[in-house]
Every structure is written in C-alpha cells, then in structure tokens.
Antibody, heavy 121, light 113 residues
C-alpha cells in the first residue's frame, strides 16, 4: 500500500525556519515526482511546491518562492520542505502528495496525513 | 493568473438526494495534447484530502459510482447521485493543465440538512 507520513511540524517564531519531512513507502519513490500542499486555518487547499522524480526540477507557488526549498533523498525515500523566513500566513497543515508516474497534469493521487505548522510569537 | 471559481460555497443536502457542484475556470483547461486536466478532491473532516475524479470524468480506484464528473473547456460539474452521511466534507476542483502552476478552487462545503 502506498503511504506517505509527514513529520517536522511545530511552533516557530516569525522569521524562523523549519524543515518538514515526508517518508514514502509502498512504491518506488525514485520514479515519482512529489509535492507539498497546504491548508491554512479556515482556508482552502493551496499548492506549495513540486519536485521532479530525479530532483532536477523544482516548482514553487508565488507565496513561497524564494523562502521555501523542496528536496528529496531517494535512498531514504524521503521528501523535504525547508521553510525559511516564515510568516504568520504560513501557518497551515502541510500535506505531502505523490504525482502519478510522469503525469504532472494529474497531480496528487496519494496524500499523507499532514503535519501542522504554527508561526507565532 | 488562472482562477477556479466553485459554486455554491456551501451545500446543505438531504440524505439520499442528489448534489451538484460547479467549477468555472477563467481560462480553458484543454491542454495542447487535447486532454483536459480537471480533477476533484474530497476533504472529509479529520482526514487527508482524497482525489475522486481526474481528467474531468475518470473515477479514482475505490471511489463509489455515485460520484461523477462532467464538463468541458471552462465549465465543470461534480455530481453525487445520492448523498450519504460519509460524503460530508469540502470538495475542491483542481486544474493541472497549466502546470507548473497548479490551481485549486476555493472549496464547497457539503453538509447534511
């Protein structure tokens, strides 16, 4: 069974940094592009970032560009999101999600359970 | 920027009755390859989002056949033929045609009357 398990969320002060992790299992992680989607309190889903299967290409939403960095460790089957210069509006549940094989247009077929990030002083 | 607008934003439904959610895009979602990449996601309370429909009308594995998707170009619809209690949640349309800029609609909350 394909599974994604996020970790690393928590409380951080404005301007601070945090790294989220997503452990993948049940599929060949090396073959799939992956992404992060978030949901702020009382808001809808927002695409955050996507990385290609080989890590060669990274894509970011406008609200996080220049502050967040997506990466992956294929031997460890783990996806990361390094978040810097955090703002109150980055407070959200962050979901890791898988993209079907080579099919970026049909993104996000499998999701993790989410990890909560709170940016507050 | 492309915007997906859903209506209604709140949908009270009687159990066993049908429900319909509209999603309208500010740009055509027909890709250069002729396919249309419009998906629907369900987000139940306390759970992770789940994809129900991809490419307008294709149900994901395990999705009950009471869920159906239709539409073309800029106008799309998700229909639930007979709402069950487990269908309560927020439903989002989503476009991938114009990747690497993916877009969600603002969500429609389905609740039982």
């Amino acid at each position: 069974e394909e599974q994604l398990l996020e970790s690393g969320g928590g409380l951080v002060q404005p301007g601070g940094s945090l790294r989220l992790s997503c452990a993948a299992s049940g599929f060949n992680f090396n073959n799939y592009a992956m992404g992060w989607v978030r949901q702020a309190p009382g808001k809808g889903l927002e695409w955050v970032s996507v990385i290609s299967y080989d890590g060669a290409n990274e894509y970011y939403g406008d609200s996080v560009k220049g502050r967040f960095t997506i990466s992956r460790d294929s031997p460890e089957n783990t996806l990361y999101l390094q978040m810097t210069r955090l703002r109150a509006e980055d407070t959200a549940v962050y979901y890791c999600a898988k993209i079907p094989f080579g099919d970026y247009a049909n993104a996000f077929d499998i999701w993790g359970q989410g990890t909560k990030v709170i940016v507050s002083s | 920027d492309l915007v997906l607008t859903q209506s209604p934003l709140s949908l009270p439904v009687t159990l066993g009755q049908p429900a319909s959610i509209s999603c309208r895009s500010t740009q055509s979602l027909v890709h250069n390859n002729g396919n249309t990449y419009l998906s629907w996601f369900q987000h139940r309370p306390g759970q992770s989002p789940r994809r129900l429909i991809y490419q307008v009308s294709n149900r994901d594995s395990g999705v009950p056949d009471r869920f159906s998707g239709s539409g073309s170009g800029t106008d799309f619809t998700l229909k639930i033929s007979r709402v069950e209690a487990e269908d309560v949640g927020v439903y989002y349309c989503f476009q991938g045609t114009h990747w690497p800029q993916w877009t969600f609609g603002q969500g429609t909350k389905v609740e039982i009357k």
